[in-house]
């Protein structure tokens, strides 16, 4: 309709300001009144749609798991090195939904609450499931052979990333940071011998 203001997912609108209370004061000192605030909601309608923090929570990794659920479900063309860059783009919606300052900050929260601790390695457990099968579908489209040894290539895929983002607290612009994880990552996988481009003698 014409002249109709278009309102704020009342999801997005309570979620982004919630992650930002949980990375900033930590999660067990943030009730469901902060979040109403801070995101100009009611509270009836935060405890409505998130009767506790822990669903809240939750619902925010989901967001992000389910974009780089279809972005890892895209099929693309291209070479090894596109692929990769497509997995760095991937687990950074899948894992920082809400960007990796607000991730980080998460994680040091983290070290002293263990509800949000499991949260956590949950959401990264579904992101690590998503990463297998994003490279099974790689062996599948001949990008790559079999990977040998799948579980410590993804942990250690995983490790280097969350080690490589965090260097931007440091200053370490995100560019260097992916394009250093692309180059590291595709160090471990073996391009397809029906696919690389062979080179003459």
């Known amino acids: 309709m014409p002249?109709?203001?278009?309102?704020?997912?009342?999801?997005?609108?309570?979620?982004?300001?919630?992650?930002?209370?949980?990375?900033?004061?930590?999660?067990?000192?943030?009730?469901?009144?902060?979040?109403?605030?801070?995101s100009g909601v009611p509270v009836a309608e935060v405890s409505a749609r998130y009767p506790t923090?822990?669903?809240l929570l939750i619902a925010a990794?989901?967001?992000?798991?389910?974009?780089?659920?279809?972005?890892?479900?895209?099929v693309l063309t291209g070479d090894l090195t596109?692929?990769?860059?497509?997995?760095?783009?991937?687990?950074?919606?899948?894992?920082?939904?809400?960007?990796?300052?607000?991730?980080?900050?998460?994680?040091?929260?983290?070290?002293?609450?263990?509800?949000?601790?499991?949260?956590i390695k949950r959401s990264s457990k579904n992101v690590n499931f998503a990463i297998k099968a994003y490279l099974m579908n790689m062996v599948a489209l001949s990008i790559i052979d079999e990977v040998e040894?799948?579980?410590?290539?993804?942990?250690?895929?995983?490790a280097s990333f969350v080690e490589g983002v965090a260097s931007t607290m440091q200053g370490k612009k995100l560019p260097a940071i992916k394009k250093a994880w692309v180059a590291n990552v595709s160090k471990m996988l073996r391009p397809s011998a029906k696919t690389a481009v062979q080179t003459p003698f």
């Open 61 to 74: 990794f989901r967001i992000g798991q389910k974009k780089m659920e279809e972005r890892f479900r895209t």
């Open 149 to 158: 040894g799948v579980e410590k290539v993804n942990e250690e895929m995983v």
């Open 82 to 119: 596109s692929h990769v860059e497509e997995m760095f783009d991937g687990i950074m919606e899948g894992l920082m939904p809400f960007g990796p300052q607000v991730h980080l900050r998460l994680i040091l929260q983290a070290t002293e609450d263990k509800t949000l601790v499991e949260i």
């Open 3 to 38: 002249g109709t203001k278009r309102r704020a997912d009342p999801t997005t609108k309570i979620i982004k300001p919630a992650m930002e209370l949980f990375a900033d004061k930590g999660f067990s000192k943030v009730t469901l009144e902060d979040i109403a605030e801070a």
């Open 53 to 55: 923090k822990e669903e």
